[in-house]
């Protein structure tokens, strides 16, 4: 099994410290927010959402005049999350409590709660209540949305809203934002969806203030983890046969099984769920009390405990609730999923994370890894592993498995971007004098032209569009077949992304953020940023042409080089020679960011690690027809890369002496083949015309 991407961990214990009000960083973070009234907080799985939440809506209860707080969570289990809290023994002014006749997170049916949700609107003793999206919905269509006038409403896991027409939660939102004064905290552990429609419209997406943090820092700060690993293992025939493989029975893990309606399954879950416990070992005994299974493992013959979550039969509410009341390593080993364990499964010990199948859904991946990533005492790595159907270059529907194959890449990719460490970008005109940026910072030189509002709130929300370039086949479908253009990349692809995504943006504007993207895409995809003092010994250390010594003016390192008469993406502060010396590799070279400009990002290749890992984990023939394949998915050519590529041709012209093939069995020869054909029909066209 390879790994495509290995993040390592400073294990710093930030983001579990407490602040003198109980808060941990991201907590005391959001709070800082707290005067807002739309409020979008982005962070990961086991960053403490949940308590965030709390002190916001004290806050709001105590302080700022509201007169009720609703909780709405996707699904009851995760309803727990927000019990009775008792914050005023680490220093809070307040303790969270919600009335037991309140917590609609229980069994029972839609117009019962419904009717108490009603009733808590009206009772004046009632401060807060928690239950489903569901019920919110329900209990939304007995209501005016005036009738949440001086309510906060906060919404768990975000990401079940879109923009979408049919989204009826997306429509609540909406309607909500329009027709009354009540606040709201949406939160979310995955600001993406895998059918990448939007959570919100632009319009509506401007009036949140946003509090992000970082999947990096999280991890980053905590005391005991040291290491997260994503790979891939690529079977053939059925994944039963490859299970063993990578099942490491040591390891405390989570497998979870494919849909039924997928190619993966067998279309016999109950019969896969046997088979994985022949594969663990020798089952013992089931106890028909909590529905646990012990097995004697067929390597170390010690006795595991596994929960089977799989049988929908009345029992595994037995296993829940043993699982929800685990408090040490050794009461549970593995447990085998379908549908369950996914978002708001807490069971800090899990180390690896197996999931059989890829999963359409960005968000869904992002929910199974934070599975694995909780900080537990004796838990130095966690590990996702996706075992995938290898495409069989003999198969007629080879382009079913190859699709399959590019969306699990196109996830990793984004995960990616996700786990290194961040980098953020700030104009200079937006700095005080004297101001010192923060690690990781990347300054836009704006002094001669200063970015508008519109530019700073794009470059805030960076992520959303890394989501989009990364679910769009004409940036992925390169990144399979070896061929990706960074030029065409950065010039034609990103910008019309940048540009459906903010359509008020100007020209130059939308090339400002594209750049800033390409920039960001391409430090992440190479390690992110190194400090100075971690660089390897005997590291190379690069100085473009213009950039040499300390006192490099912006002129010299940036503007010259782009030869665009654009905003630079980087470009140093002389009056500050050596501020926080970060460094990117680019090659086997570090550069130090203050030098970074246009013509060098665009040697970055952000999908080259992708390839490698992929044409290694193949064979030959497999991934020719996965190339072959993928090209047939790639969009036909547009004129901004036609005119990017006509020098090309020229040269290539020139050079060979003959025009380039379109069956040619190098790829990129072809493409120059595809956009000489596109500009010969362009040409006839407009003679054409003229006629």
Request: charged content about 25%; hydrophobic content about 40%; glycine content about 6%.
């Amino acid at each position: 099994m390879a790994n495509l991407l290995t993040v390592n961990y400073k294990q710093t214990g930030k983001s579990a410290n407490l602040n003198d009000l109980g808060m941990r960083e991201m907590q005391a973070r959001a709070y800082e927010a707290r005067h807002a009234q739309y409020l979008l907080l982005k962070a990961p799985p086991a960053s403490g959402k949940s308590r965030a939440l709390m002190f916001l809506a004290l806050a709001k209860l105590h302080q700022q005049g509201l007169k009720k707080v609703i909780v709405a969570v996707p699904e009851m289990s995760i309803g727990s999350s927000f019990k009775d809290t008792k914050l005023t023994a680490n220093g809070f002014f307040a303790d969270w409590a919600v009335q037991p006749s309140y917590n609609l997170c229980i069994p029972g049916g839609e117009a019962q709660k419904v009717n108490t949700f009603v009733r808590f609107m009206s009772d004046p003793n009632a401060k807060a209540l928690v239950c489903t999206h569901a019920t919110l919905r329900f209990a939304y269509q007995s209501l005016q949305p005036s009738d949440l006038n001086e309510v906060l409403l906060g919404i768990d896991e975000f990401h079940h809203a879109s923009a979408g027409e049919e989204n009826r939660l997306g429509e609540l939102i909406d309607g909500v934002m329009a027709g009354s004064n009540a606040h709201i905290i949406a939160m979310t552990g995955s600001y993406f969806r895998g059918d990448a429609v939007p959570i919100l419209l632009p319009e509506d997406e401007e009036k949140f203030t946003q509090v992000t943090y970082s999947y990096y820092e999280q991890l980053n700060g905590y005391k005991y983890l040291k290491s997260l690993g994503i790979g891939y293992h690529f079977y053939t025939r059925q994944y039963l046969d490859a299970l063993p493989e990578v099942l490491d029975t040591s390891k405390k893990t989570i497998i979870h099984i494919p849909n039924v309606n997928s190619i993966e399954s067998t279309k016999d879950k109950y019969s896969e769920v046997d088979y994985i416990l022949d594969a663990i070992g020798e089952v013992v005994e089931k106890n028909m009390d909590t529905g646990i299974i012990t097995v004697r493992d067929k390597k170390s013959g010690r006795l595991l405990k596994v929960a089977d979550l799989v049988d929908d039969n009345p029992l595994r509410v037995g296993v829940q609730n043993y699982l929800r009341n685990v408090t040490k390593a050794d009461e549970m080993d593995i447990i085998i999923a379908l549908g369950m364990a996914k978002e708001g499964f807490d069971w800090p010990w899990c180390e690896h994370v197996l999931t059989i199948g890829y999963r359409s859904s960005l968000t869904e991946i992002v929910q199974i890894i934070g599975r694995a990533t909780r900080d537990c005492e004796g838990k130095s790595h966690a590990q996702f592993t996706n075992l995938i159907a290898q495409p069989d270059a003999e198969d007629d529907d080879v382009k079913i498995s190859v699709n399959n194959m590019l969306k699990a890449i196109t996830v990793s990719l984004l995960m990616e971007q996700v786990l290194a460490p961040s980098v953020s970008f700030k104009p200079r005109s937006r700095m005080a004098p004297g101001e010192v940026a923060a690690p990781g910072t990347v300054i836009i030189d704006d002094t001669a032209a200063p970015v508008s509002d519109k530019v700073v709130k794009a470059l805030e929300n960076m992520d959303n569009i890394k989501a989009a370039i990364l679910q769009t086949p004409q940036v992925i479908a390169p990144a399979v077949t070896g061929d990706p253009d960074p030029e065409v990349l950065g010039s034609v692809e990103i910008p019309k992304i940048v540009e459906k995504l903010y359509p008020d943006l100007e020209p130059s504007e939308v090339m400002t953020v594209s750049e800033a993207v390409h920039t960001s895409l391409g430090i992440q995809s190479t390690g992110g940023l190194f400090d100075e003092a971690d660089l390897p010994e005997g590291a190379e250390i690069m100085v473009p042409p213009g950039a040499e010594g300390a006192s490099a003016t912006p002129s010299d390192t940036t503007a010259d080089a782009t030869g665009t008469g654009r905003t630079p993406v980087s470009a140093p502060d002389p009056s500050n020679p050596k501020p926080n010396r970060k460094f990117v590799l680019i090659g086997n070279k570090f550069i130090n960011i203050e030098h970074l400009n246009v013509d060098l990002i665009r040697q970055i290749n952000p999908f080259q690690g992708a390839y490698e890992i992929l044409s290694k984990a193949v064979t030959p023939a497999v991934l020719k027809a996965i190339q072959e394949t993928v090209v047939g998915m790639r969009s036909q050519m547009s004129e901004e890369e036609a005119v990017i590529l006509w020098p090309r041709i020229v040269e290539f012209r020139k050079e060979q002496g003959r025009e380039p093939s379109a069956t040619s069995g190098d790829q990129y020869e072809r493409r120059l083949a595809e956009g000489l054909i596109y500009i010969k029909r362009k040409a006839q066209e407009r003679k054409a015309q003229q006629a």
